[in-house]
């Protein structure tokens, strides 16, 4: 049904950078006391590559 409505790649690259963002800022505040700040940086850049992957048709 909704096969002709198409994701840009700016729309994929934001929804896996937010899951990314969203994962990582929970992993270092609840394990690392919020100190490791380059985990969700880096966490950031591989969810909206991952994105970009797993949101295509």
């Not at 729309?11 to 270092?28: D, E, N, P, Q």
Request: aromatic letters at 18%.
């Amino acid at each position: 049904m909704l096969n002709h409505i198409r994701m840009p790649y700016l729309v994929r690259a934001l929804c896996g950078a937010t899951i990314g963002f969203l994962v990582s800022l929970y992993i270092v505040n609840t394990y690392f006391g919020g100190s490791i700040n380059f985990i969700v940086y880096l966490s950031v850049v591989a969810g909206a590559g991952a994105g970009i992957y797993f949101f295509r048709r």
